[in-house]
């Protein structure tokens, strides 16, 4: 199995929206073997449903989030998980601060866009809809990059 773990900083909005949105992506390519979760860095959200703007993003997409509860980073989850894709600039921050990242498996979404930047914040910019074209073009980003072979799941399956 691949292992995909999205993190922000209180799961509840960017970081489950990348996780359904990867989950139905690779659904929708038939792609088997790849586990795709998310966490927070912080604790202020824990146990907490998505955001109601992100379920409403992800209602209209026909997907179903309804068992998603936020938590938080733990220490196996940087030997459990293969790549770990953070949502900006302090998630990456604080993740190398806790992992230290030794097998460079942190990066940012929005890397695989083929631009640099961080994925907007909805709970401070209330914008759900510019968030999930983020998000969007970041997965279809890690999609391509696995159909290409550059991230190679089959190996591990």
Not at 39 to 66: F, K, M, Q, W, Y
Not at 79 to 88: F, K, Q, T, V
Request: charge should be negative; aromatic fraction near 8%; include cysteine.
């Amino acid at each position: 199995m691949y292992r995909i773990l999205f993190v922000c900083h209180g799961n509840i909005c960017r970081s489950p929206m990348a996780e359904y949105i990867m989950r139905d992506l690779l659904k929708r390519q038939d792609i088997d073997g790849v586990i795709v979760s998310s966490a927070a860095t912080s604790t202020e959200e824990l146990g907490n449903p998505v955001h109601r703007g992100t379920r409403e993003v992800l209602n209209r997409l026909g997907i179903d989030c309804s068992d998603k509860r936020a938590r938080q980073i733990m220490r196996g989850d940087y030997e459990e998980y293969d790549l770990i894709i953070g949502m900006d600039s302090a998630n990456i921050r604080n993740m190398v601060r806790y992992w230290s990242d030794p097998q460079h498996k942190i990066h940012k979404l929005l890397d695989f866009t083929g631009r640099s930047g961080d994925v907007a914040d909805p709970w401070y910019t209330g914008d759900f809809e510019r968030t999930y074209s983020d998000v969007k073009e970041g997965c279809e980003g890690i999609l391509e990059a696995i159909l290409r072979g550059d991230i190679d799941v089959l190996e591990r399956v």
